[in-house]
């Protein structure tokens, strides 16, 4: 009788427990199921979501222009198993200006034709993630987005000018407020309008610096400022229109920092011992 109680209850008690591991593995389940889904959305993107080309050179993928939608993108390291070395001009671009140029036919003046901006998809993009295999960034390439941060890999080792000699890559960026900048960038032009920007790094490797590079960024609060950073030229940069050629040429007035009025006075010191006599 005994020996029969002592039984029941060890049924009693086995069944107990695969009635609570059955219902752990559900939400086990469960769990690994939102653990993949948060993984996978951290997945690249499909490469239907990207005009691409052959680089110059063949041996890589441009991304020409990004054609999915808004919210985080992240640019897959490879297409069609060759790897995406570079990002183009205006390819994430969230703006897009058309001009009428009938107006210059008509009055035969180049003066008459009229631009007008219009926000599209691109502009809802809120997160850009980078891949190291890009080894080059096109002007303008991610103005007019929501990001609010972005990493630029130690890959990347040229940034992409305008005729004016900016690169203006965040241009229009008015929510971003940090910037990681690739170590291996050895100039630094013209960012954009960066009027959230509240941190940025100064590349361990950077040797010159362009005018207005920082300009206007009155929030900026923090330069990160490398060690190895000792000294940089201050210059004025400017690209051939026609045969794309970029020189340097030192400018005494360069305004780099000019309205970065929140850097702190031992950032402001260090900078003015490279030479920069302007405003901050």
């Known amino acids: 009788m005994k020996k029969n109680f002592v039984l029941s209850a060890v049924a009693i008690v086995m ?61 897959p390291a490879t297409i069609e198993d060759i790897p995406v070395v570079e990002i183009g001009d205006e390819a994430f671009n969230g703006e897009t200006t058309t001009t009428n140029l009938m107006a210059a036919v008509i009055t035969g003046n180049v003066f008459d034709a009229e631009s007008k901006s219009t926000e599209n998809e691109k502009a809802g993009i809120t997160s850009i993630t980078i891949p190291n295999s890009v080894k ?20 990347v080792t040229e940034l992409g000018f305008t005729w004016l000699g900016y690169s203006n890559i965040f241009d229009g960026c008015k929510l971003l407020a940090e910037i990681r900048l690739s170590d291996n960038i050895e100039t630094l032009p013209r960012l954009g309008d960066l009027s959230a920007l509240k941190k940025i790094n100064l590349p361990k490797n950077l040797k010159r610096i362009g005018s207005i590079a920082l300009g206007d960024c009155g929030e900026l609060s923090e330069i990160v400022i490398p060690e190895t950073l000792t000294a940089v030229e201050f210059v004025n940069i400017k690209q051939d229109f026609f045969t794309g050629e970029i020189s340097y040429k030192s400018e005494q007035d360069n305004a780099a920092f000019a309205g970065c009025s929140k850097l702190p006075i031992k950032t402001r010191q260090t900078i003015q011992g490279w030479g920069y006599t302007s405003s901050f």
């Open 15 to 75: 069944a107990t427990a695969l009635v609570f591991t059955a219902c752990g593995g559900k939400k086990d389940g469960e769990s690994s199921g939102s653990a993949k889904a948060a993984k996978s959305s951290d997945k690249a993107n499909p490469a239907t979501d990207f005009g691409y080309d052959l680089t110059a050179d063949g041996q890589g993928i441009l991304i020409k222009k990004y054609t999915g939608g808004p919210g985080k993108v992240v640019i």
């Open 136 to 155: 080059k960034i096109g002007s303008e390439a991610f103005a007019n987005t929501a990001i609010t941060s972005i990493v630029i890999p130690d890959s």
